[in-house]
């Protein structure tokens, strides 16, 4: 007669202890880390950019249009973000097919990355398309929802990556101009 293992019950406390709890990034605190591939194949992670480049992290749904049009903006005024040395990394949530799908459909300038699981957006406690502006040390800068006005949105982000660069001893203004 085989000799049956008991197990205790899971009480609540245990349960709660074994949940993941995901703080949202506060302003002036460095964002999480993470890599995800790109949909041309690299590994890409923003400490790839460390001390190099600010970001906007785009978070996007792929299946949404409101979204899908967000990137074509985005396309738009590429050059503006680059002038400011910064970089676009578009993380899509869903399926890995569908970013490939919106990636060929948009021919973007700027990485598109697929967080399937998920996880991505549970670190960044992302639950609707958003926008980061992260600043070259990992500083999170700026925040938002993509709702209504994209265009206030995003002369918003670049406006604070104009302002970090100014901020920035290494690459803002070498010198205050003296008063005369």
């Not at 349960?15 to 890409?44: A, W």
């Not at 697929?114 to 600043?135: C, K, P």
Request: some cysteine; proline content about 7%.
């Amino acid at each position: 007669m085989e000799e049956e293992l008991w197990e205790p019950p899971v009480t609540i406390g245990e349960e709660s202890m074994e949940q993941e709890v995901h703080i949202k990034p506060e302003l002036g605190h460095l964002v999480p880390n993470f890599t995800l591939k790109s949909t041309d194949g690299k590994m890409i992670s923003i400490w790839d950019y460390k001390e190099r480049k600010n970001l906007i992290l785009l978070f996007f749904n792929p299946e949404n249009s409101d979204d899908l049009e967000a990137l074509a903006e985005i396309r738009r005024r590429y050059s503006e973000i680059a002038d400011e040395n910064a970089e676009v990394l578009a993380i899509g949530s869903g399926p890995t097919e569908e970013v490939n799908e919106c990636a060929a459909s948009l021919n973007l300038p700027f990485p598109l990355m697929s967080d399937e699981s998920g996880e991505v957006n549970r670190h960044y406690n992302v639950t609707m398309s958003s926008i980061f502006v992260v600043d070259k040390f990992g500083s999170l800068r700026m925040q938002s929802p993509i709702s209504g006005d994209l265009d206030t949105t995003l002369n918003s982000a670049i406006s604070t990556l104009d302002l970090v660069e100014l901020e920035c001893p290494e690459c803002g203004v070498p010198t205050w101009p003296q008063e005369l």
